[in-house]
T-cell receptor
Framework: GENVEQHPSTLSVQEGDSAVIKCTYSDSASNYFPWYKQELGKRPQLIIDIRSNVGEKKDQRIAVTLNKTAKHFSLHITETQPEDSAVYFCAASSSNDMRFGAGTRLTVKP | GAGVSQSPSNKVTEKGKDVELRCDPISGHTALYWYRQSLGQGLEFLIYFQGNSAPDKSGLPSDRFSAERTGGSVSTLTIQRTQQEDSAVYLC?????????????FGPGTRLTVT
């Protein structure tokens, strides 16, 4: 089955700086890569996703890049704000399996 | 429309007792998932339903854990003879179709405390 590794486990940045979270996956057949954000005490919610037919996708201050050859994908948050503080989970999905990474706790210091 | 709902929101039980956790997915969603999240930890996959069948039960930690889904809708996760290590938040999610390419919508979770 799929195995997803996520780094770093914790990340602290100054407000206005950029944050990057990286994930690697094991199944070369994986073709769907969502990112979820979980604020403290709340449920995870999808913030962006990318499919294997594109290499990059942007939505305002967040972007995701995908390198299928290297089997890794990354979440980029620019101009970070305190409300970006949360745990972020990546996931990778193939035809019959989907697994989440262990999560990254992002803290944005004002 | 209504999102995924779970009940109860909190459950405190004594070690050795059985508990049932309920999940009501979004109407029309054929796929349903259960996850366990211990304090400050990640999402531990438990089981995946497609309709009423469970093609992937690989995450159930022991035979004390079971789940069923009826009518392609409501699902119940049952934990028998609860242990203290079962204490966690149990999250349910649903998606429009299968889990391979569709957003999962999470419920608010059931916080289980085993004393």
């Amino acid at each position: 089955g799929e195995n997803v590794e996520q780094h770093p486990s914790t990340l602290s940045v100054q407000e206005g700086d950029s944050a990057v979270i990286k994930c690697t996956y094991s199944d070369s057949a994986s073709n769907y890569f969502p990112w979820y954000k979980q604020e403290l005490g709340k449920r995870p919610q999808l913030i962006i996703d990318i499919r294997s037919n594109v290499g990059e996708k942007k939505d305002q201050r967040i972007a995701v890049t995908l390198n299928k050859t290297a089997k890794h994908f990354s979440l980029h948050i620019t101009e970070t704000q305190p409300e970006d503080s949360a745990v972020y989970f990546c996931a990778a999905s193939s035809s019959n399996d989907m697994r989440f990474g262990a999560g990254t706790r992002l803290t944005v210091k004002p | 429309g209504a999102g995924v709902s779970q009940s109860p929101s909190n459950k405190v039980t004594e070690k050795g007792k059985d508990v049932e956790l309920r999940c009501d997915p979004i109407s029309g969603h054929t796929a349903l998932y259960w996850y366990r999240q211990s304090l400050g930890q990640g999402l531990e996959f438990l089981i995946y339903f497609q309709g009423n069948s469970a093609p992937d039960k690989s995450g159930l930690p022991s035979d004390r854990f079971s789940a069923e889904r009826t009518g392609g809708s409501v699902s119940t996760l049952t934990i028998q003879r609860t242990q203290q290590e079962d204490s966690a938040v149990y999250l349910c999610a649903s998606s429009f179709r299968d889990r391979t390419a569709y957003e999962q919508y999470f419920g608010p979770g059931t916080r289980l405390t085993v004393t």
